[in-house]
C-alpha cells in the first residue's frame, strides 16, 4: 500500500472531478431502482388521480434525462457519504477540501441554483458550500460484522474510497423527525411514531416518499443513520431479518394511509422503507425519520489513488 504522501495530486483532482460530476448527475438521472419503483406503482395505483401524478413524474424523468435538464428545480443541500477502504491511502482532509472545491464548482459552472445560506443573516453564499457545507459523512468499510453491511452497488477498493452524492430538496429534508423513545414504548412506539411522521409530512415531502429510519445509537448518531438510510436502493433489505421484516410492515401499512402522490388521494404513498440500525443504551430507544421526495436523487463513485473513476448510483 503506497503511503498517503505518495497518492499523486491527479488522484485528488479526480476526487474534486468526482464531487462535480456526481452532484450534477444525481440532479439529472434518477437511479433505475427508483425509475422501476415509480413504474411498479402506477401499474398498481388505482387512484385515478394518483395515477395522473405517476404519469407527469416518469414523464418528468424521460424529458430531464433526454435534454439533460434537471429533474426538480430544487437543486438542495448537498450531501456527501463517503465509505473508506480500511487500507485508503487518501488524505482525508485533502478529499475533504476537493470534494468541497468540486461541489463549488458545479454550483458555478454548470450554473445550479444556490441554496446555502447564513442560518440568521440569510446571505447567500452562492456556492452551495459554507461553514460545514456540504454535509460529509464518513464510514469505514472494514468487512466487520459489528460494523454493518455497506451500502449496496461496486465495492469499496480497499485502498481507495466511494464518494456517495445525495442532494436533499427541503421540501423532503424540512419533514425530519426525532423522537428518544424509552424501552416501554416498545416495537408498538417505534412503528406508530413511523407511521405518525409520514401523516404529519402529508403531501409536503412531494410523495410518494422513501422513508428513511433510524433506529437506536444515540441522538445524533440515529438522524444520521436515517439519512443513510435513504441512500439505500429500493428493493433491499436491511441484513438483520427482525429489521427486515419491520419493513416489510411498514411500508404495507403506509400505503394504507390513502395520502397518495403528491397527497392528493390514491395507494401509493410511500416507494419503500429503509431502516439502519444500531445497537442502544439500556433506557433509550431513539428513532429518526428522513423522508425523500419521489425524485430520490442519488449518484456514487469509486475513486482510486490512481486516479481512477468509476461511477454509479
Not at 424521460?62 to 487500507?87: H, K, M, P, S, Y
Not at 392528493?264 to 439500556?282: D, F, K, P, S, Y
Request: charged residues 20%; hydrophobic residues 40%.
Amino acid at each position: 500500500m503506497p503511503a498517503t504522501n505518495q497518492v499523486p495530486a491527479h488522484a485528488y483532482e479526480a476526487v474534486e472531478e468526482a464531487a462535480m460530476q456526481l452532484y450534477i448527475r444525481a440532479l439529472k438521472v434518477l437511479p433505475p431502482d427508483l425509475k422501476a419503483a415509480l413504474a411498479r406503482a402506477r401499474a398498481t395505483e388505482t387512484d385515478e388521480s394518483g395515477r395522473r401524478f405517476l404519469d407527469i413524474m416518469l414523464e418528468n424523468v424521460e424529458v430531464a434525462e433526454r435534454d439533460e435538464n434537471l429533474v426538480c428545480q430544487d437543486t438542495g443541500t448537498v450531501v456527501f457519504w463517503l465509505e473508506i477502504g480500511e487500507g485508503c491511502a487518501f488524505n482525508l482532509a485533502r478529499v475533504n477540501a476537493a470534494v468541497k472545491r468540486g461541489t463549488e464548482r458545479a454550483t458555478v459552472e454548470h450554473p445550479l441554483r444556490p441554496n446555502a445560506v447564513h442560518p440568521l443573516t440569510r446571505k447567500n453564499t452562492m456556492t452551495n458550500t459554507g461553514r460545514h457545507l456540504p454535509a460529509m459523512h464518513y464510514e469505514f468499510v472494514t468487512g466487520s460484522a459489528e460494523d454493518g453491511p455497506s451500502l449496496p452497488g461496486a465495492a469499496v477498493p480497499a485502498d481507495g474510497l466511494k464518494i456517495h452524492c445525495l442532494p436533499k430538496g427541503s421540501g423532503s429534508e424540512n419533514m425530519s423527525f426525532l423522537k428518544m423513545l424509552i424501552p416501554a414504548d416498545g416495537v408498538a412506539g417505534v412503528k406508530r411514531f413511523i407511521l405518525e411522521c409520514i401523516v404529519e409530512a402529508g403531501p409536503k415531502p412531494c410523495p410518494p416518499t422513501i422513508v428513511g429510519v433510524g433506529l437506536g445509537g444515540t441522538a445524533d448518531l440515529c438522524a444520521a443513520l436515517a439519512k443513510r438510510a435513504v441512500l439505500r436502493p429500493l428493493g433491499t433489505h436491511n441484513d438483520d431479518p427482525v429489521v427486515a421484516a419491520l419493513e416489510s410492515e411498514l411500508f404495507a401499512a403506509a400505503n394504507e394511509l390513502g395520502i397518495g402522490p403528491m397527497g392528493l388521494g390514491g395507494r401509493t404513498t410511500v416507494l419503500g422503507v429503509n431502516i439502519e440500525h444500531a445497537h442502544t443504551h439500556i433506557t433509550q430507544n431513539p428513532v429518526a425519520v428522513n423522508l425523500q421526495c419521489w425524485a430520490a436523487r442519488r449518484a456514487s463513485a469509486v475513486v482510486t489513488p490512481a486516479g481512477d473513476v468509476t461511477y454509479g448510483f
